[in-house]
C-alpha cells in the first residue's frame, strides 16, 4: 500500500528551526489481502526519494476545504500553546471509537519505513524523526485501515469532520488536544507532499491512512485519507 512521505526533521523541542528534506516511503503492499478489496481503504507509504538541503520547505496554497494559516509572528509562536517534545503512548478519538497505543516508526536500512504491525489492528505509528505531537511543526500518524484478518485502527478516519476532537497523551503526562481542520482524500499519484507535510510554524497533526478504490493488479489502494488538524489546547493526564 503506498502512503506518502513524512519529512526527515531536525528535532528541537519547541523550537522553530527548519526541518531539512523530505523522504517518500514504502511500505508493502502484502499487508492487505485480496478478500479486503472492498474496504477500500489501507495503509502503506510510497518510493524513496533523495533529501533536499534547502532550507525550509515552502507549502502549497491550502485547499478549499481548510483555512490557511496565518503567517506566524512572535505574538502567534508565544500564544500557540506549543509543547516540548515527548513521544506519544495513546490516541483517542471518541467520534470514531479509537483508543489505541502508538508504537515508533522509522526507516528501514534499504530507506523504507517500517509500518506499524500487520496483525495488530488497534496500534497507531508515529514517524519519530519529525515533530511530536503538541510540539511545532506537522506531527505524522498513520495507522492501518485492514489488514489480512479485517478492519483495523483507522477504518473510520474518512468519516472525522470539521471540528472533531483528537486527543493525544504524551509520555510527559500531558494529553495533546487537537481540533480536525478538514480531512481529505488526495490520488498517490498525484499527492500534495508540501501541503501535506511542509513545516509548520504551529503544532499541527495529520492522520494518515489509504482511502480510494483498490487495485487488483497493484494489489493496492489508489489514494491516501489525510485528516488536518490544530493543536487546540494541552492538560494532565
Not at 500557540?80 to 506519544?88: C, I
Not at 510527559?172 to 507532499?193: C, L
Not at 490544530?230 to 493526564?237: C, N
Request: net charge negative; glycine share 8%; hydrophobic share 35%.
Amino acid at each position: 500500500m503506498a502512503f506518502q512521505r513524512p519529512p526527515q526533521t531536525e528535532r528541537s523541542g519547541t523550537g522553530n528551526a527548519p526541518r531539512r528534506g523530505r523522504l517518500r516511503l514504502l511500505w508493502p503492499a502484502a499487508a492487505v489481502g485480496l478478500g479486503l478489496v472492498l474496504i477500500h481503504q489501507s495503509l502503506g507509504t510510497a518510493p524513496v526519494t533523495s533529501p533536499r538541503q534547502a532550507g525550509r520547505p515552502t507549502a502549497a496554497a491550502p485547499r478549499a476545504t481548510r483555512s490557511a494559516q496565518p503567517a506566524p509572528s512572535t505574538s502567534t509562536e508565544a500564544d500557540d500553546g506549543a509543547l516540548p517534545r515527548s513521544a506519544p503512548e495513546r490516541i483517542s478519538i471518541p467520534e470514531i471509537s479509537v483508543d489505541a497505543p502508538f508504537t515508533k516508526l522509522s526507516l528501514d536500512p534499504t530507506g523504507h519505513l517500517s509500518p506499524p504491525p500487520a496483525d495488530d489492528t488497534n496500534l497507531v505509528g508515529w514517524f519519530q524523526d519529525g515533530a511530536s505531537p503538541g510540539e511545532r511543526g506537522a506531527s505524522i500518524v498513520a495507522g492501518h485501515v485492514d489488514t489480512t484478518t479485517g478492519p483495523a485502527v483507522f477504518a473510520g478516519l474518512e468519516s472525522l469532520s470539521t471540528g472533531d476532537s483528537v486527543d493525544i497523551t504524551r509520555e510527559d503526562g500531558i494529553v495533546a488536544h487537537f481540533e480536525v481542520d478538514a480531512v481529505d482524500t488526495f490520488s498517490k499519484a498525484n499527492f500534495p507532499d508540501d501541503e501535506v507535510y511542509a513545516d509548520t510554524p504551529t503544532p499541527e497533526l495529520r492522520l494518515i491512512t489509504c482511502g480510494g478504490n483498490f487495485n487488483r493488479t497493484s494489489q493496492d489502494y489508489e489514494s491516501n485519507v489525510v485528516v488536518f488538524a490544530h493543536l487546540d489546547s494541552s492538560s494532565p493526564s
